[in-house]
T-cell receptor, first 113, second 111 residues
Framework: NAGVTQTPKFQVLKTGQSMTLQCAQDMNHEYMSWYRQDPGMGLRLIHYSVGAGITDQGEVPNGYNVSRSTTEDFPLRLLSAAPSQTSVYFC????????????FGPGTRLTVL | GENVEQHPSTLSVQEGDSAVIKCTYSDSASNYFPWYKQELGKRPQLIID?????GEKKDQRIAVTLNKTAKHFSLHITETQPEDSAVYFCAARNTGNQFYFGTGTSLTVIP
């Protein structure tokens, strides 16, 4: 199993550009989440999904959209990038409500100029 | 929503000494409390976790304790080694599968 994969690893955007961060898992996990990690602030939940077709907002959802059309994929879209979205983004998954352990992807380092 | 506070933000110990990191949470409905280790440039890795119906859990040199009444939980690392140097995060999960993280503790083990 590849586990949780993310692409790209690094990305530089200009203010106002849009892009999609990809996340996929091959463990048949129901639950998937997106976090951003900023210095001194830990990981903050952006959006999460408890199954295909179901998504909800986390702590810091503004400026981001998600969709979950399949169990495997959970892309994160930045509609109009802003410098405040410069961060490291992690995707994570866990099997279901009774299996709590989250597995993290390798992360995407995003810089918005 | 949940609020997780973590202390200290930095911790230095001599090799072989113990390290303790403490977290508090606000939502009494939170039911799962993992601890992650993150090395520079890497993803967080689960090192130990505890469910709300358990008071203590140990795995070799690492232990976690949970006090539900006081809403705090702690990570204990004994006989520290240089390879334990990393940033450690606590987290709390609520019944909606939302994970809330502490702000991290940078642990340095001095040889």
């Amino acid at each position: 199993n590849a586990g949780v994969t993310q692409t790209p690893k690094f990305q530089v955007l200009k203010t106002g550009q849009s892009m999609t961060l990809q996340c996929a898992q091959d463990m048949n996990h129901e639950y998937m989440s997106w976090y951003r990690q900023d210095p001194g602030m830990g990981l903050r939940l952006i959006h999460y999904s408890v199954g295909a077709g179901i998504t909800d907002q986390g702590e810091v959802p503004n400026g981001y959209n998600v969709s979950r059309s399949t169990t495997e994929d959970f892309p994160l879209r930045l509609l109009s990038a802003a410098p405040s979205q410069t961060s490291v983004y992690f995707c994570a998954s866990n099997r279901d409500a009774g299996n709590n352990e989250q597995f993290f992807g390798p992360g995407t380092r995003l810089t918005v100029l | 929503g949940e609020n997780v506070e973590q202390h200290p933000s930095t911790l230095s110990v001599q090799e072989g000494d113990s390290a303790v990191i403490k977290c508090t949470y606000s939502d009494s409905a939170s039911n799962y409390f993992p601890w992650y280790k993150q090395e520079l440039g890497k993803r967080p890795q689960l090192i130990i976790d505890i469910r709300s119906n358990v008071g203590e859990k140990k795995d070799q040199r690492i232990a976690v304790t949970l006090n539900k009444t006081a809403k705090h939980f702690s990570l204990h690392i004994t006989e520290t080694q240089p390879e334990d140097s990393a940033v450690y995060f606590c987290a709390a999960r609520n019944t909606g599968n939302q994970f809330y993280f502490g702000t991290g503790t940078s642990l340095t083990v001095i040889p």
